[in-house]
C-alpha cells in the first residue's frame, strides 16, 4: 500500500491543535502587546515619580507666577487657576486625563500650552541630537576598528588619550573651552545660538536650521547653520566618543581571534572583507546596545550643551522650566526623554536579527 499523499494546502498542526503559522502570529501579536504594556509602564512610573517630585519641593510656583509684588489674593487667584490648590490625588487624575487628550498642561513662564512650546523647541534639540549622534557613530565605530586592526602606534595612543579626556572632562568646560579658543580668541565660529533666519532670510518652517536653508536653496545659510552646530556637536561627541570607540575596540578584537577569521584569510579572502564585512559586523551587537542608550542619553543630556551656547532647544526650555518650578514643561520633557529611550531599545532589539543571521533564524 502506498503513502498516502500529503495535500499542498495542508498545514503542519502543532501536538495543541493550533496551526503552526497561526501560533507564530499569534506569538508575534502576544510579543508586540507585551512590549507595547511595558512602554505604558515605563511612562506611567516616569510620569508619577516626576509628578510627585515636583509637588513635594520646597517652592510656590503661584508665587513665581504671580510676581514678587503680588499681594495674598493675587496669589491665591492664581493658585487657584493652575489647579495647585486642590488635593494632591485631584491634582494627578487630571493630570492623566489630561495626557489622555495628549494636553500636557500650560507653561507659567511662556503663558501658553505646553504641547505649542513643545513645537517650537523640539525641532532644534532633534537637530543637534541627530547630528551629534550621526557624528559619534562613525567616529567612534572608526576609531575602535582602528584601534583594533592597528594596536600600537600614534594613533592609538591618540584615541586612548582623547578617550580618557573625554571621560574625565566635564561636558560643559569642553564646551566653555571649544567658545573661548574658536569663536572668541580665533573668531572662525559663532559663539552660540543657531542660524541666524532674519539675517539670512530665510523663512521658519521646520525650526531645523540646515532643513529650513535648504528648503529656501540658500546655501550660504545653509553653511551658517552647520557653522553653528559644529561647537556644540563637538562638545557632545567628545564626552561620548571613549565608550564607543573601546566597546568596538573589545568587540572587534575578540571577533578577530575566532576560527572563522582564520579560516577566511587561510582561504585568501580580501583583509578589508574579513574585518570590515564578516568580524565587524558580528561585533556591532553590544555596539548597536550601547548606541540605542547613547543616542536616549543625548535626548534628554543636551542641557548643560545647549544652556552654554543658548542653543533654542528643549535643554535650554527645560532650564528655564527648572529655575521657576514651572512643573508642566518639566514632566513634559521627563516623557519625550522617557519615550526616546524606550523606542531607541525597542529599535535595537529590531536591528539585532538583522545583524546577526542566527538570531534571524531562531
Known amino acids: 500500500m502506498s503513502a498516502p499523499r500529503v495535500q499542498a494546502d495542508q498545514v503542519p498542526v502543532i501536538p495543541g491543535g493550533v496551526p503552526a503559522p497561526h501560533r507564530e502570529r499569534r506569538r508575534a501579536a502576544t ?28 517652592a510656590d510656583p ?39 487628550r495628549l494636553d500636557f498642561g500650560r507653561s507659567i513662564q511662556s503663558r501658553q500650552p505646553v504641547a505649542e512650546d513643545l513645537k517650537l523647541y523640539l525641532p532644534a534639540t532633534l537637530e543637534l541630537v541627530v547630528s551629534a549622534f550621526v557624528v559619534y557613530v562613525a567616529l567612534g565605530i572608526s576609531a575602535g576598528v582602528a584601534w583594533a586592526v592597528w594596536p600600537r602606534g600614534v594613533h592609538a595612543v591618540a584615541i586612548r588619550l582623547l578617550s580618557i579626556v573625554g571621560v574625565a572632562v566635564p561636558v560643559f568646560w569642553v564646551g566653555l573651552l571649544l567658545q573661548l579658543v574658536f569663536a572668541a580668541r580665533l573668531n572662525w565660529l559663532p559663539v552660540a545660538g543657531n542660524l541666524e533666519y532674519e539675517a539670512y ?4 518652517r521646520t525650526g531645523i536650521g540646515t532643513l529650513d536653508a535648504l528648503v529656501a536653496g540658500n546655501l550660504p545659510a545653509f553653511g551658517n547653520a552647520v557653522e553653528h552646530l559644529l561647537l556644540p556637536v563637538t562638545t557632545l561627541v567628545l564626552g561620548q566618543l571613549a565608550l564607543a570607540a573601546r566597546l568596538t ?13 582564520r579560516t577566511a584569510r587561510a582561504r585568501g579572502v580580501a583583509e578589508w572583507r574579513v574585518v570590515g564585512v564578516d568580524a565587524l559586523r558580528n561585533a556591532l551587537n553590544p555596539v548597536i546596545t550601547m548606541l540605542g542608550l547613547q543616542f536616549g542619553w543625548l535626548l534628554g543630556g543636551t542641557i548643560l550643551v545647549e544652556v552654554t551656547f543658548s542653543w533654542p532647544g528643549l535643554g535650554l526650555y527645560a532650564f528655564n522650566s527648572f529655575r521657576t518650578f514651572d512643573y508642566d514643561p518639566i514632566m513634559a520633557i521627563t516623557l519625550i526623554t522617557t519615550v526616546a529611550f524606550v523606542v531607541a531599545n525597542e529599535l535595537v532589539g529590531l536591528l539585532y536579527p538583522v545583524l546577526d543571521p542566527r538570531m534571524r533564524e531562531s
Open 31 to 58: 510579543g508586540v502587546l507585551t512590549r507595547l504594556g511595558w512602554l505604558l509602564v515605563v511612562l506611567w512610573a516616569a510620569m508619577t515619580v516626576t509628578f510627585v517630585l515636583s509637588r513635594i519641593v520646597p
Open 62 to 100: 503661584a508665587r513665581l507666577a504671580a510676581g514678587l509684588q503680588a499681594g495674598p489674593e493675587q496669589v491665591a487667584e492664581v493658585r487657584h487657576v493652575l489647579g495647585l490648590d486642590r488635593p494632591l490625588p485631584e491634582q494627578y487624575l487630571r493630570y492623566l486625563a489630561g495626557l489622555a
Open 201 to 204: 532670510g530665510v523663512p521658519l
Open 249 to 261: 575596540r573589545a568587540s572587534l578584537a575578540h571577533q578577530l581571534e575566532q576560527p572563522y577569521v
